[in-house]
C-alpha cells in the first residue's frame, strides 16, 4: 500500500508534533498515520475524515475502539460487508468484505479539525487510493470534509459536487459516490444522524453493486 498509504509520513509538521506529544502521555497507543483497513481490490471505498483520538489513533485502525465506530461496523456487518458487528482492537478477527475503510487525512487531528494544507498534503494518498477502486464502484463519503477531500481527489469542481446528506453523484458510468453526515457521537446524539438514516445509505450502496453485478 505504498502509493496509498506511508506509515511513516511526518509531512505535516502539526500533526506529526501532536502524534509525538499524545504518543508520550499515551506509550501503548499507535501514534502514527493510520492505514486504510480492507482488501485493495474491492468495489465499496468508505472515506473518513481522520483518525479519533482514543479510536484509530489507540488501536491503529479506521473506527476501531470508539463511539464512531459502533454505528459503522454494526451497519457493516447488517449489510453483508464485514463478518462481525464490532470493531474493538486489530486483533478481534474482523474482517470485510468487498470494502474498505480509510481517511481523508491519515493522522490524528488537534480537537479532530485538520488544516486545509493538512488535508491537501494527504489528498494525493486518497487519489492514488481512488484509483484502485474495482469498477462498478460505490465510494461514501462520511461527513463533508470527507467529500470535498474527494472530489479534490478525483480533480472535480467543488460547486458542482455539493454535500449533503443522502446525496448521490454518478462520477463516471461506473463509479458514483454517495454522502451521509458523518457517524460522530455529536451527529448521533443530537439526532441530525439516526440509525435508520444510517441504514438507508448503506441500504443504496448494496442496492448499487447489486444492479452492477447483474
Known amino acids: 500500500m505504498t502509493d496509498i498509504f506511508d506509515p511513516n509520513c511526518r509531512k505535516c509538521p502539526r500533526l506529526a508534533t501532536f502524534l509525538d506529544a499524545v ?3 499515551n506509550c501503548d ?22 483518525p479519533g483520538m482514543h479510536g484509530a489513533n489507540r488501536t491503529g485502525r479506521p473506527f476501531t475502539g470508539d463511539h464512531a465506530g459502533i454505528l459503522l461496523y454494526n451497519t457493516l456487518y447488517d449489510f453483508g460487508f464485514s463478518n462481525q458487528a464490532q470493531s474493538l482492537d486489530i486483533n478481534d478477527g474482523l474482517q470485510l468484505h468487498n470494502c474498505r475503510i480509510t481517511n481523508a487525512v491519515k493522522c490524528l487531528p488537534p480537537e479532530n479539525k485538520p488544516l486545509g494544507a493538512e488535508i491537501n498534503t494527504c489528498n494525493k494518498y486518497l487519489a492514488n487510493e481512488l484509483d484502485t477502486l474495482s469498477t462498478p464502484g460505490v465510494i461514501l463519503a462520511l ?11 478525483m480533480s472535480l469542481k467543488q460547486v458542482d459536487y455539493p454535500f449533503g446528506h443522502a446525496a448521490e453523484y454518478k462520477f463516471t458510468s461506473d463509479i458514483i459516490l454517495l454522502d451521509s453526515y458523518h457517524c460522530s457521537r455529536y451527529n448521533t446524539n443530537t439526532g441530525r444522524l439516526t440509525g435508520e438514516m444510517f441504514r438507508s445509505i448503506f441500504s443504496r450502496a448494496r442496492e448499487l453493486l447489486t444492479q452492477a453485478a447483474r
Do not use: M
Open 23 to 25: 504518543k508520550e502521555k
Open 143 to 153: 461527513g463533508g470534509i470527507a467529500h470535498r477531500a474527494i472530489i479534490r481527489a
Open 29 to 50: 497507543y499507535y501514534c502514527r498515520p493510520i492505514p486504510p483497513f480492507g482488501d485493495l481490490v474491492v468495489n465499496f471505498l468508505i472515506v473518513g475524515l481522520a
